[in-house]
């Protein structure tokens, strides 16, 4: 059985990750980083791809890469292909040395674009091996923030947003000003839930517009979303479970149980703030129902009927809808670097 084709095209950005088999390490020494690098380089220079962001851990890498050509599935295939070759040659192994091809996902919104170049140079603070990105030596980040770097390390899309979003006409103050603080563990939840997601018709793209909506607007895609996520399984989650909590407790407590009861109605308002966190559980972080029974702690089928529910009263209650769009744009600000007037949060 082939591999699903993933989608890519000239000049679309793409985050890009794999780690070694067994926990084992993927780069023992600096070495392996220098023959990993000028496998990029490699491919840079065949036009296949142009390296945005880069950082190499021990034990996995993540890349930041735009394909130039349509290619980046050949261009991977290649730079891991020999990395695994110049490896266990070296140490005299044989056999795979990474888990899997590589997990990717296309980049298509400025807010996904912001968060995930700070959750790849913030991977080494995250693991505890530096006190501050621009520490690491395996990373893009200290060449960033210092404004040098190979050749083959590109900084104009980088460049483009600095200009766009920031005062700064200088690189390596605009890059610092954009990009300096490390990402938030529900920024770096967000990122890796993006990144195992799978493949659908749905990307990020509609996220910029999203994050600004009008309530009226965040309603009526919250209500399709939730049909889509109730329909054919898993969607790209646009927020962590980390954010979603924190948000709906937040509007929960404004809004105390004012959510639109009807006379007569079985279910309190205890019921329908329930009802709301599974849903959104399923719809925004694209959590399986194993997950939602996890966090929520009742059985898989309760929390199928709750996110149905869920649906239903997105549709029929009004007040229950804004709320759960209140809580929508809460979760979403929460969990990415939010753009709000041409400046980032």
């Known amino acids: 059985m082939g591999y699903p084709e993933r989608e890519d095209a000239s000049g679309t950005l793409h985050h890009v990750m794999n780690q070694a088999i067994a926990q084992r390490p993927l780069f023992e020494d600096s070495e392996d980083v220098r023959f990993f690098k000028r496998q990029l380089e490699q491919q840079h220079g ?36 020999n990395y695994t070759r110049r490896f266990n040659f070296r140490r005299e192994r044989s056999g795979p040395l990474v888990r899997r091809r590589y997990l990717s996902k296309l980049v298509d919104s400025d807010v996904y674009f912001h968060t995930l170049i700070r959750y790849v140079d913030s991977n080494p603070v995250k693991a505890g091996m530096v ?19 190979p050749a083959w390390l590109c900084r104009e899309r980088l460049m483009r947003h600095v200009r766009l979003y920031t005062d700064e006409s200088a690189f390596p103050a605009g890059y610092r000003k954009l990009f300096g603080a490390s990402a938030t563990d529900g920024q770096a939840e967000w990122i890796e839930r993006c990144l195992r997601s799978k493949p659908v018709s749905e990307g990020l793209g509609h996220l910029d517009g999203l994050v600004r909506g009008a309530p009226e607007h965040v309603q009526a895609w919250l209500r399709g979303r939730s049909v889509l996520a109730d329909g054919v399984g898993l969607v790209v989650p646009v927020t962590s479970t980390r954010s979603l909590s924190r948000a709906l407790e937040t509007v929960r407590a404004n809004r105390g149980e004012q959510l639109g009861q009807r006379p007569g109605c079985r279910a ?21 129902w194993v997950e939602i ?22 549709e029929a209650n009004p007040p229950y809808a804004a709320a759960a769009a ?13 753009l709000a007037s041409g400046i980032p949060a």
């Open 268 to 288: 309190d308002a205890g019921c329908l703030w329930s009802w709301m966190y599974a849903g959104l559980l399923r719809s925004l972080c694209s959590a399986s």
């Open 46 to 81: 065949r036009g296949r791809i142009r390296v945005v962001s880069y950082c190499l851990m021990t034990t996995h890498y993540h890349l930041v890469l735009e394909s130039l050509k349509g290619e980046l599935a050949h261009a991977m295939r290649e730079l891991q292909g």
């Open 326 to 338: 209140e809580v929508t744009s809460e979760a979403i600000r929460e969990s990415s670097v939010v």
């Open 131 to 149: 006190q501050a990105a621009p520490q690491y030596r395996w990373g893009s980040a200290r060449l960033h923030h210092k404004g040098t770097g």
């Open 293 to 314: 029974a996890g966090t929520v702690s009742c059985a898989q089928s309760t929390c199928h009927r709750r996110a149905e529910r869920h649906c239903r009263a997105l």
